[in-house]
Structure formats: C-alpha cells, structure tokens
C-alpha cells in the first residue's frame, strides 16, 4: 500500500521561474506572484547561488525550512518575510562560504546580509523589544542599526571572536534605537567595545 505524502511538506518540483523550480501545490498557491517578487529581491542578496536553481516547495509545518549546505527549501507563503526567506537563504550556504552551522548562527548571518530584508524579528537570537513592536514589525530606523552589528559581528568571528552571537545580542542591548532621522554617534565606538560575556 502507498504511502499517503505528508501533509506538512509538498515536494513534485515542477514549474520554473527563472532560478526557482516550484512544487505544483506552491505553482498553484494563492499567495505565489508576491512570494516569486520577495524570492527574487532576496536573491539578489546572494551572489554565491548564481547559477544554482534552488527547489520550493510548500509547508505548513512553519514559516519556511531549508536544507543546510543544499538546493531545497519550503515555505508558508502566508508568513513570509523578507527575513524568513534570507534565513532559509542562509541555511543553504551553511557548510560552505564560510558560514558555520545552527539556527542562531543563522540568524546573525541572515540580520547580516544587508539591512532591507529586515522587515521581522529573528527567530533565534534575542533581538530587546526597543528594536520591534508587539505585532512583530521592526521599527521605522532599526534596520540599519541590527545590520550594522550583526555585520560586525560576523566580521569579528571572521578574525576568531568565537562568541560573535554573544556579542550580538549584548551590543544590542547597549545601544540605544533613534529615530528613523537621527545617526547614531559613537557606534563605531560601541561596536568595538569590550567582547566579553
């Protein structure tokens, strides 16, 4: 007796988008025109998959899920973010590029990447309530700043700072969000201070 496919995952890659094969149950969804238009944005933010067709399919089990290190990921077109497809994004190139495995690394990685896709919370590092709203939306000015440590953060554990993560998050907390019109002086200064737990 066959076995009956999950309902959480839907695989049977069909249809191509131009380096997007989708499942047909994704080819059919609803939501899939603003889903294409997010999945090309963000991979413009990945020159290191050019050239390689990535595989979508549909879950329901998350907002989106990824094979580390590979060529396939899954997504709720109903709960996707700028920053859910850079996390999937990212878990693609873990094991390579540079990029060390786990979900925290991850999203410090993904907040890295550049400050548009930014647009939610991360899922794994601790981002203080000052940087988002309850409803989960990031606050007008803030994009910037969590990319600017998480840049440094990454770059810091390029030169052997093996509590990047750590330091990401105290960083955070240190630094006080402005308004969307203000700079924030001293950052430089900020980013570079003490490293310690």
């Known amino acids: 007796m066959a076995k009956k496919p999950s309902s959480q995952l839907a695989f049977s890659f069909g249809e191509n988008r131009s380096g997007f094969v989708f499942t047909r149950p994704l080819a059919r969804h609803r939501y899939l025109n603003g889903l294409v238009r997010k999945l090309h944005y963000v991979r413009r933010f990945f020159p290191e998959l050019d050239g390689k067709p990535i595989k979508v399919g549909l879950t329901r089990a998350a907002s ?43 999203d410090v990685f993904a907040l890295a990447r550049h400050w548009t896709l930014i647009d939610s919370p991360p899922y794994y590092v601790r981002l203080p309530v000052a940087y988002h709203t309850t409803r989960g939306e990031i606050r007008p000015g803030c994009a910037m700043l969590i990319y600017s440590v998480a840049r440094r953060a990454v770059d810091m554990r390029k030169t052997g700072l093996r509590n990047y993560i750590a330091y990401f998050e105290k960083a955070l907390k240190q630094l006080k969000p402005e308004p969307p019109h203000a700079k924030w002086p001293g950052i430089e200064r900020s980013l570079g201070a003490s490293t310690g737990e």
């Open 64 to 106: 989106g899920m990824a094979v580390p290190g590979g060529d396939q990921l899954w997504i709720n077109p109903a709960q996707t973010s700028y920053h859910t497809l850079t996390h999937e994004f990212v878990h693609l190139l873990q094991g390579t590029h540079g990029v060390p495995a786990g979900e925290r690394s991850c």
